[in-house]
């Protein structure tokens, strides 16, 4: 007789016990192994590589393709250890004391991304070039000219390094230059004037206090909703806009019209912040964006905007092209058609398009903000407005830095840690536009000598040969 026939209740209740240990391990293993196996079929690897232990690697979500997977974002990574997430679009972030550089990455499902983010042994410092209170500015071969924001004068800083004021009864509120050659202000009675090689003269247009003006010399203006591009005999009506832009920003075939919340009329169809592009042919593309700045590639191929939120590089049609790794630029500038530069604090930043990296470049004295990015005629350096923002003087200095590996003498870090200074009634600062030089100023007519005096025993007693430094006496009311 077979024990395990069905008439033995004993065996057919084994039975049954031994399905159920097959039925529960199968159970079990499907638990441990279906987790692993969705996890390999819809995550991905990432893999980031960095040239040194000490270097501190951070994922967080792009801007741009926002993902759910949350559990290894915004902590710091292993490096080359790989971890696991969603597919999608991710910011990389990898700083150390002097450096950080940021790329967006790709995850894919089912594959191993490996990138490769080094850091620059030491981040140069920008070279302080002069001490002069100046947030608009244009520099040449031959000149720097500035306006001077304490003063509201225009001056000169020519290529013999000497500073002159403009012999112009006009004070400007604000100024946009197209190049050292030629710029458009806005005088504190209102008008417009333009600055011709340092002439300054009226400029016929309509009243406006919304302008600016592209590299090939053309000047866009808002009054009110009215759009007007400069023209042979004046200015020519281009556009009427939904609403009030409070700032235009162009290039030589477009202009981007940037309009915010409350600009306009109190209704519903008005509200929404607005960025709008008119090509050259005066067609608008409008998008809905709190833009709050921008800047367009020299042949008007991309738009860099940034908002609160993110900053991205757009074409001409508005179309998102890549993500800034970096939210809330400020001052994006370009140098070519593929690298953007911009500041965030006291930090300069170069973002490659096709390679959607960006790096620090440079720094500013600690305690130093950047507000304003320019490039010299030649693109030799990158001239920049610097803010001090650790001290109870807010002034502003411009600094630059040579993108072409130009060296700078310890001598004028050592005279921008110093300068400038305030003594009695003497005033000492650096003049460095083609070598440096120290301008010294007296708050009374006749004691000028005597701050010179004062100022070069001052500099002796901190280690400098005065006979290698070039010393300049001003009565000119420039603020520091």
Request: charged content about 10%.
């Amino acid at each position: 007789m077979d024990i395990f026939s069905s008439a033995n209740p004993q065996a057919q209740s084994t039975k049954k016990l031994r399905r159920y240990i097959v039925l529960g391990c199968g159970m079990l293993l499907a638990l441990i192994i279906l987790p692993i196996l969705y996890r390999h079929l819809t995550l991905g690897q990432l893999i980031i590589v960095t040239d040194s232990s000490s270097n501190t690697i951070q994922v967080v979500p792009s801007v741009v393709g926002k993902n759910d997977e949350t559990k290894n974002v915004g902590q710091n990574l292993q490096n080359n250890k790989a971890i696991s997430l969603k597919p999608g679009n991710y910011l990389v972030a990898v700083r150390n004391q002097t450096g950080e550089a940021t790329e967006v990455v790709q995850v894919k499902a089912r594959q191993t991304k490996r990138y490769v983010i080094n850091l620059a042994t030491h981040t140069p410092q920008a070279e302080p070039v002069a001490n002069v209170n100046a947030l608009y500015f244009a520099v040449g071969a031959a000149n720097l000219f500035y306006l001077d924001q304490g003063t509201k004068n225009l001056y000169q800083i020519d290529k013999s390094n000497q500073l002159a004021q403009l012999s112009s009864p006009i004070t400007f509120t604000a100024v946009r230059w197209a190049d050292a050659s030629f710029g458009v202000g806005q005088g504190t009675d209102n008008k417009l004037y333009q600055i011709n090689n340092g002439v300054v003269s009226p400029l016929n247009a309509p009243l406006s206090t919304v302008f600016t003006i592209s590299s090939d010399h053309t000047v866009y203006l808002a009054s009110g909703k009215d759009i007007y591009r400069s023209a042979a005999a004046g200015f020519d009506h281009i556009f009427t806009a939904s609403q009030p832009p409070f700032a235009l920003v162009s290039a030589p075939r477009a202009v981007a019209l940037i309009s915010s919340l409350g600009n306009g009329p109190q209704t519903s169809s008005s509200m929404a912040a607005q960025l709008t592009v008119l090509d050259g042919n005066n067609k608008p593309t409008a998008k809905e964006m709190d833009v709050y700045a921008a800047s367009w590639s020299p042949s008007s191929k991309y738009l860099a905007v940034t908002t609160d939120s993110s900053s991205q590089i757009l074409d001409a049609s508005l179309n998102s092209v890549a993500v800034i790794p970096n939210n809330n630029i400020n001052n994006p500038l370009w140098f070519d058609d593929n690298t953007l530069l911009y500041s965030v604090n006291d930090q300069l930043w170069r973002y490659s398009v096709s390679s959607t990296k960006s790096s620090v470049i440079a720094t500013t004295q600690k305690n130093h903000a950047i507000t304003a990015l320019l490039l010299d005629s030649s693109k030799s350096y990158v001239y920049m407005s610097v803010q001090s923002t650790g001290a109870s003087n807010r002034n502003l200095s411009i600094y630059r830095f040579g993108l072409q590996g130009q060296m700078v003498p310890d001598l004028i870090f050592k005279l921008g840690k110093l300068l400038p200074w305030v003594s009695g009634l003497c005033s000492s600062s650096i003049i460095n536009f083609t070598s440096p030089s120290i301008l010294v100023q007296s708050f009374i007519t006749p004691s000028t000598a005597s701050c010179l005096e004062n100022t070069q025993t001052t500099l002796q007693e901190d280690g400098f040969n005065i006979s290698t430094l070039g010393f300049q006496l001003s009565q000119i009311p420039v603020t520091q």
